[in-house]
């Protein structure tokens, strides 16, 4: 039987944990972990990017192009 105190911690902790992963996928730091499954899901051959490789070809994507706001 489990103390009442047991769950309420259990609970907060829990939602500490989806707030804290909320909070990555928000600021993008969690991108090359989304990048690791989606590859693993979807090819197993293809040699994957160390997380150096990635976020370079993340800001090459982003800033490559020409971006005016007026």
């Not at 489990?2 to 939602?15: C, V």
């Not at 090819?43 to 160390?50: D, G, I, N, Q, Y």
Request: charged share 25%; hydrophobic share 35%; with cysteine.
């Amino acid at each position: 039987m489990k103390r009442r105190g047991g769950d309420f911690s259990e609970q907060m902790w829990s939602a500490m944990a989806r707030v804290w992963l909320g909070i990555r996928e928000w600021c993008g730091d969690a991108a090359y972990e989304r990048y690791l499954k989606s590859q693993k899901r979807t090819t197993c051959s293809a040699v994957l990017l160390t997380p150096e490789q990635f976020y370079v070809e993340q800001l090459q994507k982003r800033y490559s192009h020409v971006s005016r706001c007026c």
